[in-house]
């Protein structure tokens, strides 16, 4: 199947600072990327879906200025988290595929501690 | 939007006995409708999908049903295995986006 390659797998940072993730489509072309985050022993929260060459489309409830969602090129989309606080620890993941209704093809995941 | 329920949120089973896993969706839409297992600490993982033009789908212990009417599809895992422990979710993909159900730990009692 097609690979996705998310960057880091962990990262740890001090309250306050920022911190990007990276999501790349290795050996396809992904229009829509869309970001999660998982809480410990609970489902995928969809956070926001990002749109090559557009502005993403963020979940109600999740604040904008603080997850910035960036889609440059058909093969990588950035999540940064913005002035981070130990409650953004979590674990955050992404998915892409070819086309809506086909597989979704899932990053590694990043664990993200705050402290 | 599309709203997935997923039931049940934790099933424990004996080794060699099946497991079910049952969700329904509110689009009508929806014509897609894959499940993800997902082993911990690791990625979700494409098990099966099935689409709306049939009504149930196998790959050798694993089957999907689907009733469109109903709008609800069921995850069945027969002869479960240890390896078979994880958490499984379904997902429905509407409005551009794709929906996941609240997942389902499944544990396999050796």
């Known amino acids: 199947g097609a690979v996705v390659s998310q960057h880091p797998s962990r990262v740890i940072c001090k309250s306050g600072t920022s911190v990007k993730i990276e999501c790349r489509s290795l050996?396809?072309?992904?229009?829509?990327m869309f970001w999660y985050r998982q809480f410990p022993k609970k489902s995928l929260m969809l956070m926001a879906t990002s749109n090559e060459g557009s502005k993403a489309t963020y979940e109600q409830g999740v604040e904008k200025d603080k997850f910035l969602i960036n889609h440059a090129s058909l093969t990588l989309s950035t999540l940064t988290v913005t002035s981070a606080h130990p409650e953004d620890s979590s674990f955050y993941i992404c998915s892409a595929s070819g086309q809506l209704n086909t597989e979704a093809f899932f990053g590694q995941g990043t664990r993200l501690t705050v402290v | 939007g599309e709203n997935v329920e997923q039931h049940p949120s934790t099933l424990s089973v004996q080794e060699g006995d099946s497991a079910v896993i049952k969700c329904t969706y509110s689009d009508s839409a929806s014509n897609y409708f894959p499940w993800y297992k997902q082993e911990l600490g690791k990625r979700p993982q494409l098990i099966i999908d099935?689409?709306?033009?049939?009504g149930e789908k196998k790959d050798q212990r694993i089957a999907v049903t689907l009733n469109k009417t109903a709008k609800h599809f069921s995850l069945h895992i027969t002869e479960t295995q240890p390896e078979d422990s994880a958490v499984y979710f379904c997902a429905a993909p509407s409005y551009q986006k794709v929906t996941f159900g609240t997942g389902t730990k499944l544990q396999v009692i050796p």
């Open positions: 050996d396809f072309q992904a229009t829509t």
């Open positions: 099935i689409r709306s033009n049939v």
